[in-house]
């Protein structure tokens, strides 16, 4: 009797352990692909079918309403996705940012703050949600040193294999736009993943397509997948009118990056830009041509991810002219010297180089008139190095010596 209670109570004892097995495999265990993709394409037929102003309207009220929300945190020593947020005095939108992302799918996050020498009680806002977040982190610098410092800071102090920007006045449009990416970046490993933007003006509460066809992707986010050597050059072939270019494919905020990818690009343009805060104009621009060469594969996908915020005056923060024209006047100086750089080194058609003068040809003529002394003790430098280039063709020769001229 005794011995069959003890079959018995053995027989209980394994099933039980049996059934914890299955139960903790099923939560622990990580997604495998045919599970990440039926989820994926389920995922994306249903925010297809939703593609209006109004469903990414609703996330943003959604958003502003939700103070107090509860997601179940994944607590890892390193999460998937950095999200990186550089602030300057953006008490009046920072809260908005942060919410769309606590209020994501997917939480296996961490959120790096970095916080330019704000004046204003934007600290405050952020300092209370990573009192109840461990996963929020705050780093402060002691002066204002600019948004190309602050995101190579943001991308030292990140953890994640990936890296995602946020900046402070905009917001992200998607509750499952991370969880999209995480199946996306896990099945196929892309380098870059890039996702569309809806704009919203200043002061205006709805959301409005790209003004213009050509500041949307030349691939039309055809969920295309692009390699080397065509990757590389996608920021520069596209159809130009009226002195535009794929002003959202030049962006870092509409994209996932591996981190490995923008450590080569920070390196690439090197400590000196970095110490002494040079990339203060077209920043963006002359790291996404770096990600680009560096990244070995990309994808878009044709989903609303990010709301630009329309600022009126994107320095605003200087409030005395004389700098503000320094700024502008040096940004454009020394993003044309890094780009002038990759295209020597990299051998690349100087044919680029002369495009993107002619992007910037109402800025360097206004800096000629307004600021004629910069101009000859630095950009005409620059020019007068370009025309003794050997591989610049007589006709972008002709071009730089009638554009310096006074």
């Not at 999460?79 to 009046?92: G, Q």
């Not at 591996?258 to 002359?286: H, P, R, V, W």
Request: aromatic share 18%; glycine share 2%.
């Amino acid at each position: 009797m005794l011995k069959k209670v003890f079959i018995y109570k053995s027989i209980f004892f394994v099933k039980f352990l049996i059934i914890i097995y299955f139960i903790t495999y099923k939560i622990t265990k990580p997604y495998n692909s045919i599970d990440l993709l039926i989820n994926l394409e389920n995922k994306l037929k249903n925010i297809k079918q939703n593609l209006t102003i109004s469903y990414y309207e609703k996330y943003i009220n959604d958003c502003k309403n939700k103070k107090n929300f509860n997601r179940k945190k994944i607590s890892k020593e390193i999460p998937f996705l950095s999200v990186c947020i550089c602030t300057y005095n953006s008490e009046k939108y920072i809260e908005k940012a942060i919410l769309s992302i606590l209020n994501q799918s997917f939480q296996d996050f961490e959120i790096i703050i970095i916080d330019d020498f704000s004046t204003d009680n934007s600290s405050n806002i952020f300092k209370k949600y990573q009192k109840n977040d461990e996963r929020i982190k705050i780093i402060n610098h002691t002066k204002n040193l600019g948004i190309y410092r602050s995101r190579v800071d943001a991308i030292y102090y990140s953890k994640a294999e990936y890296i995602l920007f946020v900046d402070a006045d905009d917001m992200l449009l998607n509750q499952y736009l991370f969880e999209i990416l995480f199946s996306y970046s896990s099945i196929y490993h892309f380098d870059i993943i890039e996702y569309l933007v809806l704009y919203q003006g200043e002061g205006r509460n709805n959301l409005v397509y790209p003004p213009n066809q050509i500041l949307t992707h030349i691939h039309n986010y055809s969920d295309s997948v692009i390699f080397q050597p065509e990757l590389s050059m996608i920021i520069f072939y596209i159809p130009r009118t009226n002195n535009f270019t794929s002003a959202i494919c030049r962006t870092l905020w509409n994209k996932l990056y591996k981190k490995d990818i923008l450590l080569k690009s920070i390196k690439y343009i090197g400590e000196k830009f970095y110490l002494n805060s040079y990339l203060n104009y077209a920043e963006d621009t002359i790291m996404n041509i770096l990600n680009f060469h560096f990244a070995k594969n990309y994808t878009n996908i044709n989903i609303h991810g990010y709301m630009y915020n329309v600022r009126n005056n994107s320095i605003s923060r200087f409030t005395n002219e004389t700098k503000k024209r320094y700024i502008l006047n040096s940004g454009i100086y020394y993003y044309l010297k890094l780009f002038y750089k990759y295209i020597k080194e990299f051998n690349m058609d100087r044919q680029l180089l002369y495009l993107e003068l002619e992007l910037f040809n109402k800025q360097i003529n206004f800096l000629k008139e307004n600021d004629p002394h910069f101009f000859k003790r630095k950009m005409k430098k620059l020019f007068d190095a370009i025309t003794e280039d050997n591989n610049a063709s007589n006709y972008f020769k002709s071009y730089i010596k009638n554009l310096t001229k006074y």
